[in-house]
């Protein structure tokens, strides 16, 4: 039974292997950094939970802490199983994303690569407050008058209970400020992209030949709208340039078209290269402020070319 969840990731596995050469796909090679986890990995993660529209971190600790008491009161190899797959499995998840990648906050690029544990953690996080509910429940039987041997442990048990809906209470002005905050970013990221790259890609499919290759500076919406041969300068979607096996110069040289972020080719050879062998066709343009995607502004660009066609041979028809 522990191996029926490894079959899925080893054909995986086994498919990125048979594409671009390596067990797992190029963005990760491309994305990724030596290993360092931190002091300063450490504040970002927890500060990714409240950022990320849900509870502040302090709020999470709490239901989390309540879970595992819940779990550790009653040991058994099912409890394992659940604080393995709820609890460990998200953080480790949190510490591999935090300590292979320089995350930024800013927008949802980054941001959904957290998603996954911060979903994961809400499970555990939430049932542990049930709990504490349930544990504040246990004052009826001092308010009852119900006394006996266990009234210590009653009174500790309510107390802990009082408290931790205390926490959650006070959670709730932030979860609201994080909750809208994380809404107005993802309306304004999914705007950027529409307005740029979805509409790119319906440029390109509406003017450009069936047949054409279009070298890309972001293959994403660009290449899903745009429905032709695409490929991505840093290597996204092509193996070859990915791991070093063709320069992207040569991807340009053999383009038909382009669909590029010019400032990025700003005062080098390639942008003579460019200016001498295409013909601007469309600019699509936001102002910088509304591309909140990344911290890269340039990127609020999106210029596309075509590849001037070739001198006729004299004496040709």
Known sequence: LWLIPLLPLLAWGFFCKSVNGHFLPNTYYLKSRPFHFGRAEVSLAWSSICDGGLVPWWAYLVGLAAFVATCVKRMDQRKWITLGVFVAAPVIYLVAVFGTRQILLQGYYWTR????ALLALAVPA???YGALIRWAGASRRLLGKETGPGTSLTLVTAVIGVIGIGCLAASIPPYAHSFSDRRSHLASDAR???LLNV???KWINEHTPHDATIVVTDAGGTRYFGMRRTIDLVGLNNAAIAFHRLDARDAI???DWL???PALFSGSDLQ???AAEFTPRIEIRIPPAEYTICNNPWQAVIEILERNPKPAMPGSR
């Not at 690569?113 to 996954?116: E, F, G």
């Open 192 to 194: 950027a992209i529409d």
């Open 126 to 128: 939430s049932v542990g």
């Open 199 to 201: 509409r790119a890609g």
């Open 259 to 261: 669909a590029i972020c």
């Open 272 to 274: 003579r290269y460019i």
């Open 113 to 116: 690569w957290l998603d996954p």
């Open 253 to 255: 040289r053999n383009a």
